[in-house]
């Protein structure tokens, strides 16, 4: 079956994206030709984004428009069923997708055995914070690997039929976690993943500590939510069972700290355990993160681990664990 034969339906969410959704749109319609067709969910904007983008419609019938209140995997369920290709793109507002993404993440479809194709994504950055955000939150490209790098629906196509077979997105997640369900979904069902490097999508990095520690806590309050402890793919170096070291590792400093108040010998103990976590911090992305900048490492990763710590124990706690 040639791609080219069938059409191609572009799936986007947004929700208050009115200074941003302009930007993705025109990195899309620049190269779209006949067969693609983009769908806009807004999620219940109230900045204007729905009337500004509806406008935009109006003056390019290639666009629909619709409204549907709900998590963003409800959003791009929505976009599912009013699409009428055969090929589903994902792309997320606030992205913007380079020249050559619709190229480079549709062409592999020409092979009849491509049923799911993992796009790239580079996060931009304006300041340090960003930089090292991008670090924390982004598979950077050094350490990107072509056999084990999993989807994310900011850069993603897939076949419709493989995308129903799995039962699409979970609208049960309060709010992230949506793409890691899919990949264990896409690895227990036996579908093999396309890496396409190149087909590359823009995506804005946390600026502010606050941003950082906010989308920290609500990526890890998903990845409580999805109960995955185990996975094919990254065996036991799944995100809950990094969270889980996480705790045994602050209690381990807690335990030193404690030690330390009570006896002197403890003091060098509990001070070198702290900086060589810190070098750690450091050394793990130096590769990203060069000069100056470094120093800014040691306080966001703290300030990322009582997010993660914080947002895991609440997605345990107040919310029940999805089914997979």
Same mark, same amino acid.
């Given at each position: 079956?040639?791609?080219?034969?069938?059409?191609?339906?572009?799936?986007?969410?947004?929700l208050?994206?009115?200074q941003s959704?302009?930007?993705l749109?025109?990195?899309?319609?620049?190269?779209?030709? $006949?067969? #693609?067709?983009?769908i806009?969910?807004?999620?219940?904007?109230?900045?204007? $984004?729905?009337?500004? /983008?509806?406008?935009?419609?109006?003056?390019?019938?290639?666009?629909s428009v619709?409204?549907?209140?709900?998590?963003?995997?409800?959003?791009?369920n929505?976009?599912? &069923?009013?699409? &009428?290709?055969?090929?589903?793109l994902?792309i997320d507002?606030?992205?913007?997708?380079?020249?050559?993404? =619709?190229?480079?993440?549709?062409?592999?479809?020409?092979?009849?055995?491509?049923h799911?194709v993992?796009?790239?994504?580079?996060?931009?950055?304006?300041?340090?914070?960003s930089?090292?955000?991008?670090?924390?939150?982004?598979?950077t490209t050094?350490?990107?690997d072509?056999?084990?790098?999993?989807?994310?629906?900011?850069?993603l196509?897939?076949?419709?039929?493989t995308f129903?077979?799995?039962?699409?997105?979970?609208?049960?997640l309060?709010?992230?976690?949506?793409d890691?369900?899919?990949? #264990?979904?896409?690895?227990?069902?036996?579908?093999?993943i396309?890496r396409?490097?190149?087909?590359?999508?823009?995506w804005?990095?946390?600026?502010t500590?606050?941003?950082?520690?906010?989308k920290?806590?609500?990526y890890?309050l998903?990845?409580?939510?999805?109960?995955?402890?185990?996975?094919?793919?990254?065996? =036991?170096?799944?995100?809950?069972?990094k969270?889980?070291?996480?705790?045994?590792?602050?209690? =381990?400093?807690? /335990?030193?700290? =404690?030690?330390?108040l009570i006896?002197?010998?403890?003091?060098?103990?509990?001070?070198?355990?702290?900086?060589?976590y810190?070098?750690?911090?450091?050394?793990k992305?130096r590769?990203d993160?060069?000069? &100056?900048a470094?120093?800014?490492?040691?306080?966001m990763?703290?300030s990322?681990?009582i997010?993660v710590?914080f947002?895991?124990a609440?997605?345990l706690?107040?919310?029940?664990? /999805?089914?997979?």
């Open positions: 079956m040639n791609f080219k034969n069938n059409k191609i339906s572009i799936v986007i969410t947004i208050n994206e009115k959704i302009c930007s749109l025109n990195s899309l319609i620049k190269k779209l030709t $006949t067969g #693609y067709g983009i806009i969910v807004d999620g219940g904007s109230s900045d204007g $984004t729905y009337e500004a /983008i509806k406008k935009y419609a109006t003056y390019d019938n290639r666009i619709y409204r549907k209140v709900g998590n963003i995997a409800v959003g791009r929505y976009g599912v &069923k009013k699409s &009428k290709g055969q090929i589903l994902f507002g606030g992205c913007v997708a380079h020249k050559n993404w =619709l190229k480079e993440i549709t062409e592999p479809f020409n092979k009849r055995d491509v799911v993992a796009g790239y994504y580079t996060m931009t950055t304006s300041n340090t914070v930089r090292i955000a991008a670090a924390f939150h982004g598979v050094h350490k990107y072509s056999k084990t790098f999993m989807p994310s629906a900011r850069s196509a897939i076949r419709k039929s129903l077979k799995i039962g699409g997105f979970n609208e049960q309060y709010r992230a976690g949506e890691t369900l899919l990949n #264990y979904k896409l690895v227990k069902n036996n579908i093999p396309f396409a490097p190149k087909a590359i999508v823009y804005k990095a946390p600026d500590i606050t941003s950082f520690m906010r920290s806590f609500y890890a998903g990845d409580a939510q999805t109960g995955i402890w185990w996975d094919p793919v990254k065996k =036991l170096r799944t995100h809950n069972i969270i889980l070291s996480l705790y045994v590792r602050y209690s =381990l400093f807690t /335990i030193f700290f =404690l030690l330390s006896s002197s010998v403890f003091v060098p103990v509990f001070i070198t355990t702290m900086l060589t810190f070098m750690w911090s450091i050394w992305i590769a993160i060069q000069g &100056k470094r120093l800014l490492i040691p306080f990763q703290v990322s681990d997010s710590m947002g895991f609440i997605g706690l107040r919310f029940p664990k /999805i089914s997979v």
